[in-house]
Structures are given as C-alpha cells and as structure tokens.
C-alpha cells in the first residue's frame, strides 16, 4: 500500500520537527557535564516522560499490540514488579548515585570494589544494550518496508543516522528534551488509534459488548496466580521475575540511569520515577487493549491468513501455492461461521457459545500456523529471507487499512518517534559508559573538550554497530519479547553485582569479579537450555535467578579468602 500524500507530510513534518528541534536547542555542549548529564537541569515531568520513552521503543507499540492480538491481556503481568521496582531505586540507588555525584551507574562498582569488577560490569551492559539498540532500529524498519517496498538494510541506515544526528551534537539533553515532545505524539496518536479501532467495530458493538467478545476468546485473562514454569507470563513471574528486572533496567542499565542523573536534584530524579511507575502499567494495560480491540474488530472483518503481505506473496508465487489458498479458505469458513457464534452469544442465546468461540479461534491459530510452515519452507527452497511470524504485523496492517489518510501518517509517527526516543537513550548511553568507564579510566587526563569529542565519536560509533546489528536482526516469537529476553540474560548478574555493592559490606572485588564471570556463563547456558527444552524455566526467572546465583557465589568465594559475609548496617557509606 501506498502512502497519500498527506501522510507523507503528517509523518516527514512530525519526525523532522523533533530532529530539528533537538538538535538546535541542544547545541553547543563545552564540557563533560553538559553533555552527558545535561548540565543537571532536568525538572521531574522531564525525567519522568524520558524515562518512559527510553522504555518505550517502536518495539512496544509494534509487538505489544500483535502480543494481545494472540494471547490476550495476561502480557500486562510483566509489569507488575516496576511500582516495587521504583520505590527501592529512590530509596537506594538514586541517593547513593547522587551523593558520588557520578556520570555513570559503573564509577560507583570501582569505588566500592575494584577497577576490573567496574570494567566487566560495564562490558555486560555494553553487550546486551549495544544488541538492544539494534533491534529498536530494527522494528520501525519492517513497518517502512511493509508501507514503501523498500528493502530493510536501507531502512536500517536511515532510521539509525536520524538518530545519530542529534544524539551526538546534543547528547543528554538534546535526548530529554526531544523525548518529552515524542511521549506528546505518542500519547495522542495512540488514543486517536483506540477511538478508531472501537469506531470501527459494527455500529450495535458497543466497548461494552466488544469486552464480552474478547473474554469469551480468552483474551481478557489479566491474572493468573498458577505457579506452572509453562506459564511464561504469570502474577509470581512479574513480581518476582519482573521486580529483579526492572530493578536492573533502571537502577543499574546506563541509559535509564542517565535519564534521572540529569536532575536537578535528589528530589526531582525520585519524583521523576514515582511518575514513571504510577503511569507505566496503565500505559502498557491501554496498549494490550487496543490489541485486543484489534483481535475483536478482526472477528466481524475477515483477517488474512498471515499479515506480512511479503511473505504471503511469496507463498502464493511458490509450489505451495495451492496449499496456502486451501487454508485461505478454511479460515474463511471459520470466520464466516463465527459470526453465528459471536451472534447467539451476545443474544445469550446459547450458553456453550464462549465454547464455541474459543474453539473456533483455536482452529484458527493451527490454520494461521499451518500457513507459517508453508512460508517457511517457500522461503527455504528459495533461499529468500521472510519472517513467518506475523505478531508484529498485526498492528501496522491494521493501521495501513483501514485508518483515515493523515492519521496513518500521525500513527507511522508515533512508531518511529517511539524508536528514535529509545534508540537515542540507548546511543547516549552507550557512547557515556565507553567514554566515562573505558576510555577516560584507562588513558592519561584529557581537557573536558577532548572529553567530549571522545564522547560523541564512541556515540557516533554504537549508533553505527546498531546500525549493523539491525541489519543482520532476526524475529524472535516477537520483538518486544526478544529484548527482554537480551535483557534478562545479562540483568540478573549486573543486579547482583549492585545489590552486593549496597548490602554485603565484606565480599570484596575479588570475589565478585569471579562470581560475575562464572554467573554469566551459567545464565547463557540455562537460557539455552530452556531453549532446547532441556530445562522449563521462562526467560523472566533469569533475573532471580542469575541474581541469586552470583550473590551466593560471591559470598561463597569470600569466605574461603575473608571472614564471613554480613549484611551492612544501613547508614553505609562507600569509602
């Protein structure tokens, strides 16, 4: 599909704007603490809607929604550890970090321990953050491929040099203010798109009536207490997984660390963060209903048997051909069928009718994975490179067809603005740890003016390798959920190194730099483990776990060296 012309200028205007506007009230930065905490001038609303945008990626508003679209409402439970998560971080983390009057959340790990503990601890997030930076280039790139039938490598290297540009001639700040101005586009776009999408629904489905339809699909299942490892998305998972993870993200990931040591004080970075938690579920609980909303439109309007238009027009030019329209046609049947359904339902007709409904859904899903096996193998015997699993389709082939002319232009801004905001965080970030924790530790003294031309040469640098990673990314069971899964695999360990940081005043450097290197070995290969179905244990229960193990490991190692580990009285003070 083609864009109108008035979504070109909705979309060009919305993007430039931001990139101009950024880079112009940016300019300028002489010395280090301008540049990478923004000379301290953050207010609160400030560092509260920059904190969510980091989070924020295109990644969310593209997966989040197909996420929904095939599992319902329960992905909201991920959440459910950040409240927790920001109070210990304003309790702990944030008055620790303010008081050393730090650039980075890794200078603290050298004080208390040692140079090659900080060195590691900043080389773990280095990895997995320099990974995720890739991959938030890479979401709105498959949403300009779908929209222009461009190829994505050069999607990649546009996306990626908008961002470039202002994160390195404005750095810190240039990221928070332009942030502010892309949560306004987001919030708005993304209301306009859950009006439409109810707007949409046949005039006698009310919201009301259109709730009733997605629980009797088993879509509106926001809890579940089960303590079964099969269940990846559970109430236990969130507060514990997801606590240990949002605890790591935002206490000791740099580019959510960056974002509140440009406050203007101890104050605004805690009330910064409240703001976050109170309004980052209820964000996220919105944008799993307008998939939901999404799943329910789609039951009174045929969907397509996979919503990558590329991937099914390879099949269909394929010797598969005959077999994907059988499915066409099988799905169709179901679909023309569910309508008595969803009918005697809302009539209560039939009491079995959410039975049916379900049953019909499911039979649904084995056509739509019956047809990814088709793709896969047309693609295979071509030696073409598609992606199968269409979750991260489902939103923008909504948008594309059936949204008005300039409000797909305003919802296309939305996604990129939301992948410029976290792509830049992440730059900014990266290019700081490189430059503060690597590079200015481990050369002779600099002038502050070479210390920010280093800066923005190593921000220049990652957005470059990001550029690179996305080029070469692959889809996962789903976007949003391969970046948690990157995180995860490292956030456990990182955390721990924290928590012994603060809490265990005995276990020294040595310890810790061997239990963090035994740690991430042992987290990679339970995660691949799991993978290969060795082991049942969710990607979220890596945090607690590769947390508890390298706290336990280096507790272990210190009392063969030191006298046993206790616990710090509360008023510590590092040395």
């Known amino acids: 599909m083609q864009l109108n012309w ?6 060009s205007v919305t993007l430039m704007a931001i990139v101009v506007y950024g880079t112009w009230k940016t300019r300028g930065s002489k010395n280090v603490q301008d540049y ?4 301290n001038t953050s207010k609160w609303w400030t560092i509260g809607l920059s904190v969510m ?92 491929s779908v929209v222009l039938g461009w190829d994505l490598l050069t999607l990649n290297i546009i996306i990626g040099l908008l961002v470039i540009i202002y994160t390195v001639s404005g750095g810190t700040r240039a990221v928070n203010v332009t942030q502010k101005h892309q949560m306004v586009v987001i919030f708005i776009g993304m209301l306009v798109a859950f009006f439409l999408i109810v707007d949409k629904l046949p005039q006698d489905i009310t919201f009301t009536k259109a709730l009733s339809i997605a629980g009797a699909s088993g879509k509106m299942k926001i809890l579940d207490f089960s303590f079964n490892l099969n269940n990846r998305y ?46 980052k579920v209820p964000m996220q ?48 049947a179901i679909f023309n069928g569910k309508q008595a359904l969803i009918t005697s339902f809302l009539n209560s007709e039939n009491t079995n009718s959410p039975t049916y409904i379900s049953q019909s859904n ?11 096996n088709l793709i896969d ?39 990129l603005s939301a992948a410029m905001s976290s792509t830049s965080s992440e730059l900014n970030a990266l290019g700081s740890t490189t430059t503060i924790d690597l590079y200015k530790r481990n050369t002779s003294e600099k002038t502050e003016e070479h210390m920010v031309k280093a ?63 035994i740690t991430q070995v042992i987290v990679i290969g339970l995660f691949f483990l799991n993978e290969y179905e060795f082991i049942n244990l969710p990607f979220l229960w890596l945090n607690f776990v590769g947390c508890m193990i390298v706290i336990t490991l280096a507790c272990i190692f210190q009392q063969t060296m030191k006298p046993r580990c206790t616990e710090i009285p509360s008023d510590f003070k590092t040395d």
Not at 234 to 243: A, L, P, R, V
Not at 258 to 265: A, F, N, T, V, W
Not at 300 to 324: G, K, W
């Open 6 to 11: 008035i979504d070109w200028v909705v979309l």
């Open 36 to 39: 990478l905490k923004g000379g």
């Open 53 to 144: 945008a980091t989070q924020a990626s295109a990644i969310t508003f593209l997966s989040t929604p197909g996420q929904a679209f095939n599992d319902g409402m329960g992905f909201v439970q991920f959440y459910f550890g950040l409240p927790i998560a920001m109070v210990v971080i304003c309790m702990v983390f944030i008055p620790l970090y303010h008081r050393l009057q730090v650039y980075t959340a890794y200078e603290f790990l050298e004080n208390r321990f040692d140079l090659k503990t900080r060195t590691l601890t900043a080389i773990l997030f280095l990895i997995q953050r320099g990974l995720a930076a890739g991959i938030t280039i890479f979401a709105p790139a498959i949403i300009l």
């Open 234 to 279: 559970t109430f236990w998972s969130g507060i514990i997984g997801g606590t240990f993870l949002m605890l790591s993200y935002f206490g000791t990931d740099q580019s959510q660390v960056q974002r509140y040591l440009s406050g203007k004080s101890v104050k605004e970075m805690q009330l910064g963060l409240i703001f976050n938690g109170l309004l």
């Open 285 to 332: 609980f919105f944008i799993l209903l307008i998939g939901v909303m999404v799943f329910v439109f789609y039951q009174f309007n045929e969907a397509p048997v996979n919503f990558n238009p590329t991937a099914t027009e390879l099949v269909l030019n394929s010797e598969y051909a005959d077999a994907y329209q059988s499915l066409q046609k099988e799905q169709q």
């Open 362 to 372: 499911k039979t649904s899903d084995s056509i739509r994975n019956e047809a990814r």
């Open 377 to 415: 193998k047309a693609a295979k015997d071509q030696n073409i490179k598609v992606e199968s699993n269409d979750k991260d389709y489902v939103f923008i082939h909504f948008i594309l067809n059936n949204l008005p002319r300039g409000l797909i232009g305003l919802l296309l801004a939305v996604i």
């Open 455 to 517: 800066s923005k040469w190593f921000t220049f640098g990652w957005g470059i390798i990001a550029i690179g990673v996305a080029g070469v990314a692959n889809l996962a069971e789903n976007l949003i959920q391969l970046v948690n899964i990157i995180g995860s695999i490292f956030y456990g360990n990182v955390l721990g190194i924290f928590l012994l940081a603060f809490f265990f005043k005995s276990v020294k450097g040595h310890a810790v730099f061997i239990a963090a290197l």
